[in-house]
C-alpha cells in the first residue's frame, strides 16, 4: 500500500486515540493532521506503520493536553468534553473498553490523570497494546509505563462510573424522557430520575448556562418540564442521537442549527445525570451552530408577552 493508504487505513485507531486522551474533536482531528505530516515527511518506511503512527499521535495528544490543561483551569463553569456523535474505531474485541471509555463520565474521570498516566491508561486498558508499545509511545521504560497504570487504575476504580449493561434497556429509557420532555410531562419525568440525579450545563461562558448544577428530581423535573415547552413555542426541537456512547440529543433552533447537544447517564434503570453542552465552540464539528443568547432572547420576550 502507498503511505496514503497505509493512513487513512489507520485513521479511525489515531483519531480514537486522540479523542479519549484530548477530550476534544477539533484538537483529535489536529493531531491526526500532526501525525500524517510527519509519516509523510519521514524519508524511512517503519517497521509497523501502527505503531510509529500510533507512537506518533500519542505524544503529539499528550504535549496538547499538557497545554490544553492550563486553559482548563481558567474555564469558565464545569468543563466537558465536546460530544462526540460517532465513534470511526470499532474493534469487536474491545467494543465495551472502546464504549465505556468514550462516555463522559469516563472521559471527566480521565482528567484525574496525568497527561502520561492518562495515555498510559488507554492505551493499554482500551486499545490493548502491548507493554513494549506502549513504552515506545511515551517515551518511558516499561517498569514506568507499569508503575504508571497502577497509579492510573487506582484513580479509575475510585469513581469509575458504572453504567447499566443493557443497552436496549438505556435506549428504552431515554425514549420515556424525551418523549416526556416533548410534552412537559413533569411527574413522568420525575419518575425516570435518580433522587440525586444532578443536571449540568457547559457553555464556557459563551452562552447561557445554569448558574450551578441543579440537584434533586423534583428539581430538574420541574425545570425540565418548564422550559422546554417555552422553547417549543419558539420552534427549538431535538432529534435523539447518541452522544459519546450513551443516550442522548441533538437541540436544534429553527432553522436546523445546533442549540446544544444532551447526554444520559442511565444506572439502575434511572438517570443520573443529565449533561448538555451548549459552548458554540464546541459543536461546530455537528453542524451551523445556533446563537444561543439570541434563543435565550427570544425565549424571555414570549415568556413577558400575556397568555
Same mark, same amino acid.
Given at each position: 500500500?502507498?503511505?496514503?493508504?497505509?493512513?487513512?487505513?489507520?485513521?479511525?485507531?489515531?483519531?480514537?486515540?486522540? *479523542?479519549?486522551?484530548?477530550?476534544?474533536?477539533?484538537?483529535?482531528?489536529?493531531?491526526?493532521?500532526?501525525?500524517?505530516?510527519?509519516?509523510?515527511?519521514? =524519508?524511512?518506511?517503519?517497521?509497523?506503520?501502527?505503531?510509529?503512527? =500510533?507512537?506518533?499521535?500519542?505524544?503529539? =495528544?499528550?504535549?496538547?493536553?499538557?497545554?490544553?490543561?492550563?486553559?482548563?483551569?481558567?474555564?469558565?463553569?464545569?468543563?466537558?468534553?465536546?460530544?462526540?456523535?460517532?465513534?470511526? *474505531?470499532?474493534?469487536?474485541?474491545?467494543?465495551?473498553?472502546?464504549?465505556?471509555?468514550?462516555?463522559?463520565?469516563?472521559?471527566?474521570?480521565?482528567?484525574?490523570?496525568?497527561?502520561?498516566?492518562?495515555?498510559?491508561?488507554?492505551?493499554?486498558?482500551?486499545?490493548?497494546?502491548?507493554?513494549?508499545?506502549?513504552?515506545?509511545?511515551?517515551?518511558?521504560?516499561?517498569?514506568?509505563?507499569?508503575?504508571?497504570?497502577?497509579?492510573?487504575?487506582?484513580?479509575?476504580?475510585?469513581?469509575?462510573?458504572?453504567?447499566?449493561?443493557?443497552?436496549?434497556?438505556?435506549?428504552?429509557?431515554?425514549?420515556?424522557?424525551?418523549?416526556?420532555?416533548?410534552?412537559?410531562?413533569?411527574?413522568?419525568?420525575?419518575?425516570?430520575?435518580?433522587?440525586?440525579?444532578?443536571?449540568?450545563?457547559?457553555?464556557?461562558?459563551?452562552?447561557?448556562?445554569?448558574?450551578?448544577?441543579?440537584?434533586?428530581?423534583?428539581?430538574?423535573?420541574?425545570?425540565?418540564?418548564?422550559? *422546554?415547552?417555552?422553547?417549543?413555542?419558539?420552534?427549538? =426541537?431535538?432529534?435523539?442521537?447518541?452522544?459519546?456512547?450513551?443516550?442522548?440529543?441533538?437541540?436544534?433552533?429553527?432553522?436546523?442549527?445546533?442549540?446544544?447537544?444532551?447526554?444520559?447517564?442511565?444506572?439502575?434503570?434511572?438517570?443520573?445525570?443529565?449533561?448538555?453542552?451548549?459552548?458554540?465552540?464546541?459543536?461546530?464539528?455537528?453542524?451551523?451552530?445556533?446563537?444561543?443568547?439570541?434563543?435565550?432572547?427570544?425565549?424571555?420576550?414570549?415568556?413577558?408577552?400575556?397568555?
Amino acid at each position: 500500500m502507498s503511505k496514503v493508504e497505509e493512513f487513512e487505513e489507520l485513521r479511525p485507531l489515531l483519531f480514537s486515540i486522540a *479523542y479519549r486522551i484530548l477530550g476534544s474533536v477539533s484538537e483529535a482531528e489536529d493531531a491526526v493532521q500532526e501525525t500524517w505530516l510527519r509519516f509523510d515527511g519521514s =524519508s524511512t518506511r517503519p517497521t509497523s506503520t501502527k505503531a510509529f503512527l =500510533s507512537a506518533a499521535v500519542t505524544r503529539i =495528544s499528550i504535549d496538547v493536553l499538557r497545554s490544553a490543561r492550563v486553559r482548563r483551569e481558567e474555564y469558565v463553569g464545569p468543563w466537558f468534553p465536546e460530544p462526540l456523535l460517532n465513534d470511526p *474505531y470499532q474493534d469487536p474485541a474491545r467494543s465495551v473498553e472502546l464504549a465505556d471509555s468514550v462516555s463522559m463520565a469516563a472521559l471527566l474521570l480521565l482528567e484525574r490523570l496525568s497527561p502520561l498516566e492518562r495515555a498510559v491508561f488507554l492505551l493499554r486498558e482500551v486499545f490493548a497494546f502491548g507493554f513494549d508499545e506502549v513504552a515506545a509511545a511515551v517515551g518511558r521504560s516499561e517498569a514506568a509505563c507499569r508503575q504508571l497504570l497502577v497509579r492510573a487504575r487506582r484513580h479509575m476504580e475510585d469513581g469509575r462510573p458504572r453504567f447499566a449493561a443493557d443497552r436496549q434497556e438505556r435506549q428504552e429509557l431515554a425514549t420515556r424522557f424525551f418523549d416526556a420532555l416533548q410534552n412537559g410531562d413533569v411527574a413522568g419525568l420525575q419518575n425516570l430520575l435518580a433522587a440525586d440525579v444532578q443536571m449540568v450545563g457547559d457553555g464556557g461562558g459563551k452562552a447561557p448556562q445554569l448558574a450551578r448544577a441543579v440537584v434533586g428530581a423534583k428539581n430538574v423535573a420541574r425545570l425540565l418540564g418548564t422550559v *422546554y415547552p417555552w422553547l417549543v413555542r419558539i420552534d427549538v =426541537s431535538f432529534e435523539p442521537h447518541e452522544v459519546n456512547g450513551q443516550p442522548g440529543a441533538i437541540f436544534r433552533d429553527r432553522d436546523g442549527k445546533v442549540l446544544h447537544t444532551m447526554v444520559l447517564d442511565v444506572l439502575d434503570g434511572q438517570i443520573q445525570t443529565i449533561r448538555s453542552v451548549i459552548n458554540p465552540d464546541k459543536l461546530g464539528h455537528i453542524g451551523p451552530v445556533a446563537d444561543a443568547w439570541a434563543v435565550d432572547r427570544e425565549v424571555k420576550q414570549v415568556r413577558r408577552q400575556p397568555n
